[in-house]
Structure formats: structure tokens, C-alpha cells
């Protein structure tokens, strides 16, 4: 349900939850002001009836109102997390290559400000398929959802950060310059080391690639990751 819907579909509930108070306390506060009225429900067993239905409507009405409100609220948490999902990688947690494309666009349509000093780094575990080979894919995925918390961590205190898939990561980081890349290429590496001194697990290696746009000097962003593709292509 989109956004405007569901804003409709609330005001609608919360007027019709306003009236049937507003109808509710009217009701009483006329039969309180007529004590003659008030008395005959009483005494004459139709009207008695007539009030019973009518009261256990508005009861009813009420419940159910309260009710569409607490489905709507359920449906409404069961589609962010189904967004969430769509758009997180589902081994590692972290956003994935739907996440990565949509920051593609997002760039591609940002001022040349912007994009003149856009940086982006590509990491690669290096180590995945001897570790596949000598320990299992299951050990291969283990290791990489161990370095996407490590990549996250670190990595979120720059720029963007998600799996572009397989073995490999990518991170965005707006007004970079080297300094601020060998600052996070740094924290990488300490965290890293730390990860594979804590335990007797196999080591994990990785490999940076990286694009600086104030010495690409490209206009669009796409030709900035075309350019980070190619350095990795050459080593």
C-alpha cells in the first residue's frame, strides 16, 4: 500500500472513530438532559431493545475501528520489514547489489559538485575459494559475513557501504580525498588484524581497489565505477 494511501486510509479511520465517540456522548448527554425519555427506556421494553441493539453496535463499531487500526499498524511493520529484506543482503545483513544500483542512481543524478570528489573503494577477500576449497562453503560464508560486519562497521562511518556480491564489497564516500580513504583503508586493516588474531580460524585476505574522481575528473558517476572496474580488471 503506498504511503498516500495508507495516510488516507488512517484520516478516514480516525474521522469515523471521532464521530462514533462524538455520536456516543451525544446520545447520553440527550438522555441525560431528558429524564422523561431516559425513564421510558426503561419501562417501555421496544425502546429498551431498540437502545440494546443500538449500544451494542456503537461497542461493536468501536472495537472494530480499533481493530483496523492495530492490522493496519501490522501491515504497515510487515512491509518495512519486507522492504528491509528486498533491499539487504541476505547471507551478511548489509546492503546488497539492489542497494548498490540504487546509489548508482542516486549518484547519476547528482550535481557535478557532488561527483568531483566522489571516491569508491572495491574490496575483494582474496583467500574465498582456498577457503571454500580446503574448509567448505559454509566455512567461505562464515568468513564472509564475519569481514561484511567488520566492512560495516568500519565502513558506515565514511560513506555507503554493501556487498556488490560474491566475494566483493563496495563503499562510496563523498568529499574524499586520499587522506580520508587512508584513514578508512586504515581502520579496515586494524580491525581486520584484529578479527584474525582473536582465534585460530584461517585468516582472511583482501585486496582495495579504488577511484578518486578529483583525479578521474569524470562527469557522470558511472564512468567513475566503470573506472574502479577496470583497476580491478588489471590486477
Keep these: ?12 479511520k480516525a474521522v469515523q472513530l471521532i464521530l462514533l465517540i462524538v455520536f456516543f456522548l ?23 431493545t431498540i437502545c440494546v441493539f443500538l ?5 461493536f463499531s468501536f472495537f472494530a475501528i480499533i481493530m483496523d487500526f492495530r492490522q493496519l499498524e501490522k501491515n504497515i511493520s510487515d512491509s518495512d520489514d519486507l522492504n528491509r529484506l528486498a533491499y539487504l543482503d541476505s547471507l551478511t545483513g548489509i546492503p546488497n547489489r539492489i542497494s548498490c544500483d540504487i546509489i548508482f542512481k542516486k549518484y547519476e543524478d547528482a550535481s557535478a ?3 568531483s ?5 572495491l574490496i575483494s577477500i582474496t583467500n574465498l575459494s582456498l577457503i571454500n576449497e580446503a574448509l567448505g562453503r559454509s566455512r567461505g560464508n562464515y568468513l564472509i559475513q564475519d569481514f561484511a560486519s567488520i566492512f560495516e562497521t568500519v565502513g558506515k562511518n565514511y560513506g555507503f557501504v554493501g556487498r556488490n556480491g560474491g566475494n566483493e564489497f563496495l563503499i562510496v564516500i563523498e568529499e574524499c580525498d586520499k587522506e580520508k ?13 584484529a578479527y584474525n588474531d582473536s582465534s585460530n580460524h584461517m585468516p582472511v585476505t583482501y585486496r ?3 577511484a ?4 578521474l575528473n569524470k562527469a557522470t558517476f558511472p564512468e567513475i565505477i566503470t573506472q574502479l572496474y577496470k583497476e580491478r580488471g588489471m590486477h
Design 1 to 12: 500500500m503506498k504511503k498516500d494511501s495508507i495516510r488516507i486510509y488512517k484520516t478516514f
Design 26 to 48: 451525544a446520545f447520553f448527554i440527550y438522555l441525560k438532559t431528558d429524564p422523561v425519555l431516559s425513564a421510558s427506556i426503561f419501562t417501555n421494553s421496544k425502546l429498551l
Design 55 to 59: 449500544w451494542a453496535f456503537m461497542i
Design 113 to 115: 559538485e557532488t561527483i
Design 117 to 121: 570528489n566522489l571516491a569508491c573503494a
Design 181 to 193: 580513504m587512508a584513514s578508512f583503508n586504515s581502520s579496515l586493516a586494524d580491525a581486520v588484524k
Design 208 to 210: 582495495t581497489y579504488t
Design 212 to 215: 578518486f574522481n578529483s583525479e
